[in-house]
Structures are given as C-alpha cells and as structure tokens.
C-alpha cells in the first residue's frame, strides 16, 4: 500500500482562485513528521513546511495554510489567492523509522498549473 | 550559503554503457540522500549516507548501482551497466543530522537518458 498519496495528479485554475491541495498518508508509528515541497520548472525541490503528529494546529504563511488531521490521516495544502508563480509540482513527503534509519517517503505529486 | 551541487545536470547514454553523478552537499551537513524521480512520479530513495557510512541502501539495485562518499563530504553515484529503465532525475539532497524532523536541501538533479 501506498505510504503517501496524492490523488490529483494535476490540477488548473485561473490566477487569483483558491486551491487545495490533498494529501492521505499511512503509518504505524506515533512519532512521525509530514512535509511539503515544492518543484519548480528548474527542478530542485524546496521545503514549505514541516508538521510533527503530534502537533495539530493549522498553520498559515502568507497565501500558504495547511490543515493536518490525524483522524483522517490527511496534511492538506491550500494556497489563497493563487498565483503564476505557484506553477510547480507539489509534493507531500512523510518522515517515520524506518529498518536501518528515518525514512522520507515521498508522495506522486500534484501538478498545479496557474493560468493568468 | 551556497546549495547542493550537482554534476552533469544532463546525460545521455546509450544502454549497457556506464555512467557516473556527482554532489558536493552543503557545507556541514552530515547526512547526504540519493533519489532516483521518474517522470511523473515522486522521488524514491536509493542511499543514505551518514558522513562516509550508509544508513540505507534497501533499494538500491545493488547489481548495477553503486555510491560511495569519501571523506563523509561528496558523493558519487555510479551505474553500470545502464538500463532503459533508469531514464530518470537523479537528485541529491542533504540535511544537517539524520532525524526524522530533518528537512532536506535539494541539487537540481541530474537527468539522464539512456537510449
């Protein structure tokens, strides 16, 4: 079974919209971290966000909010008043022990095409 | 502070021929991840170094894949002999401790073809 899905494999809106982003994800352990990174056109992925399981606040930065909830097993990703620049591959990672060491297992992604 | 550095940021070879990534991680940074991405797909693990030790080579294909990182500071991804299936990005990463709240600093990413 897939440890992090992405079902919306592209998504398209028009500049200025709102859009969310999902992300399911599977785990048995109680400590456990979820990411989110973006990959741009130029290819190198950086890091938005980093949430702990056991921290379950929203967080906003800016256009950028995040809803994780335990009890669905879901770290969703909206971006408010979306832009051209928002363009890019997204992508939610999940962060557990693993059999030799921490393990960061990444999701599909979405793309997100923004459209002026 | 300067980022990952990668090497060729292009490769085209053809199949059963040998080719070879480099990356100098950032500076201090301990641990250092290799990651084959497949068009349209999520990256995958293949190695993770702590300094000049591997943490994690589960999913390396040990029989035609192989890395090392001497001096625990840059690395290099070997394969050989290549394979139509590993056209792919391959990105290096590297992260200041080996924790899972770590987060990761990307290289753009080498994209080979293999013909």
């Known amino acids: 079974a897939q440890k992090v899905t992405q079902a919306q494999t592209e998504i398209s809106v028009v500049e200025k919209e709102d859009v969310t982003l999902d992300c399911v994800y599977e785990t048995r352990d109680t400590t456990y971290y979820l990411f989110w990174y973006k990959q741009p056109p130029s290819g190198e992925l950086v890091f938005l966000i980093r949430?702990?399981?056991?921290?379950?606040q929203n967080e906003i930065s800016g256009r950028y909010s995040w809803n994780f909830q335990k009890s669905t097993s879901s770290f969703n990703f909206t971006i408010t008043a979306s832009q051209v620049v928002d363009s890019a591959v997204y992508f939610c990672a999940l962060s557990e022990r693993g059999n030799a060491g921490n393990m960061l297992t990444f999701g599909g992604g979405t793309r997100l095409m923004v459209k002026p | 502070e300067a980022g990952v550095a990668q090497s060729p940021r292009y490769k085209i070879i053809e199949k059963r021929q040998s080719v070879a990534f480099w990356c100098n991680p950032i500076s201090g940074h301990a641990t250092l991840y290799w990651y084959q991405q497949i068009l349209g797909q999520g990256p995958k693990l293949l190695i993770q170094?702590?300094?000049?030790?591997?943490?994690?080579d589960s999913q390396l294909p040990k029989d035609r894949f192989s890395a090392e990182r001497l001096k625990g500071v840059d690395s290099t991804l070997k394969i050989q002999p290549a394979k139509l299936e590993d056209s792919a990005v391959y990105l290096c990463?590297?992260?200041?401790?080996?924790?899972?709240?770590?987060?990761?600093?990307f290289g753009s990413g080498t994209q080979l073809s293999v013909l």
């Open positions: 949430r702990n399981s056991f921290d379950e």
């Open positions: 170094f702590q300094n000049n030790g591997v943490v994690d």
């Open positions: 990463a590297s992260s200041k401790r080996e924790q899972r709240a770590e987060k990761l600093f």
